[in-house]
């Protein structure tokens, strides 16, 4: 049940007390997901499904291994079974960067605090794949609650320990301008998902319904969700996860295990 301890719109004033208290817990219950809000969405004819996350209200997290058991989750719905063994229910929950042929981050990969993957800077190796198609970058949360996105470069640069932190790539949009590695009419068509942050404290993750280009899903994320640094995630298994709502993005029998998984917690209400 949610309910709101601050007093109602003035509208709802003169309404009988049992409408009153409705109109209180469906406010309280709307601000409530607010703080992690899903949506559809239709840009250049494609659909997507967009999260934002408020982190000022809610924490998002980084995961790979079971610090019980040290096993890598490898899926969602195991990261999501581990919440409930800890009283912990899972919100929503991305797939991260990419990684190797042994499920281990390729790049960067920082979970509260602690480097277990260090940044990797190398520069065009094939069997990076997307994440050699530079410049790649970091989604970083810091101890302070805020985020970012950068290029790799800059992330180095800034020299700023994280608190949750994940390197993929390629950056979709650098400084408000689209990465011009990208073809327009390009026909390497996947699923694919990215993040960025549109303030410090608002973060936006993107996953397509259906298979798209670089371009067109960097031009999302730079003209309809107004971000001016974006990062690529991952493609062809990404997949995004809301409470109540199920899963979206690639279809189940293309995903395969992950490495790291972003995601939002909330204790379960009893």
């Known amino acids: 049940m949610c309910i709101d301890a601050n007093r109602p719109p003035s509208r709802t004033r003169h309404l009988p007390g049992w409408l009153l208290l409705a109109a209180v817990l469906v406010a309280g219950c709307d601000r409530q997901a607010q703080a992690v809000a899903s949506k559809e969405l239709?840009?250049?004819?494609?659909?997507?499904r967009v999260v934002s996350i408020d982190l000022k209200r809610e924490s998002l997290s980084l995961h790979w291994k079971d610090p019980d058991s040290g096993?890598?989750?490898?899926?969602?719905?195991?990261?999501?079974?581990?919440?409930?063994?800890?009283?912990?229910?899972?919100?929503?929950?991305?797939?991260?960067?990419?990684?190797?042929?042994?499920?281990?981050?390729?790049?960067l990969?920082?979970?509260?605090?602690?480097?277990?993957?260090?940044?990797?800077?190398?520069?065009?190796?094939?069997?990076?794949?997307?994440?050699?198609?530079?410049?790649?970058?970091?989604?970083?949360?810091?101890?302070?609650?805020?985020?970012s996105v950068q290029?790799?470069?800059?992330?180095?640069?800034?020299?700023?320990?994280?608190?949750?932190?994940?390197?993929?790539?390629p950056m979709l949009v650098i400084d408000g301008k689209l990465n011009d590695q990208?073809?327009?009419?390009s026909n390497s068509l996947k699923w694919?998902?990215?993040?960025?942050?549109?303030?410090?404290?608002?973060v936006v993750f993107a996953v397509s319904e259906a298979p798209v280009n670089f371009h067109t899903f960097a031009r999302l994320f730079k003209e309809e969700l107004g971000c001016r640094d974006a990062l690529y995630l991952d493609g062809t298994i990404s997949q995004f996860y809301v409470d109540g709502?199920?899963?979206?993005?690639?279809?189940?029998f293309m995903v395969k295990p992950y490495a790291g998984i972003f995601a939002v917690f909330t204790q379960t209400t009893p």
């Open 42 to 48: 239709v840009f250049e004819s494609q659909n997507f």
């Open 71 to 107: 096993e890598p989750y490898g899926t969602i719905n195991a990261l999501r079974q581990w919440g409930m063994s800890h009283n912990r229910r899972l919100l929503f929950a991305a797939n991260a960067g990419i990684y190797d042929r042994q499920f281990a981050p390729l790049g």
């Open 109 to 147: 990969h920082v979970e509260n605090g602690k480097a277990a993957v260090p940044l990797n800077l190398a520069h065009g190796n094939p069997a990076s794949g997307n994440f050699s198609l530079l410049p790649n970058g970091v989604f970083a949360i810091y101890p302070d609650g805020h985020a």
């Open 151 to 169: 290029t790799s470069a800059a992330f180095k640069a800034a020299g700023k320990p994280a608190q949750w932190a994940s390197q993929s790539g």
């Open 182 to 185: 990208f073809i327009d009419d």
């Open 192 to 202: 694919r998902s990215g993040v960025c942050a549109k303030t410090p404290h608002h």
């Open 245 to 252: 709502e199920g899963y979206a993005g690639a279809p189940t």
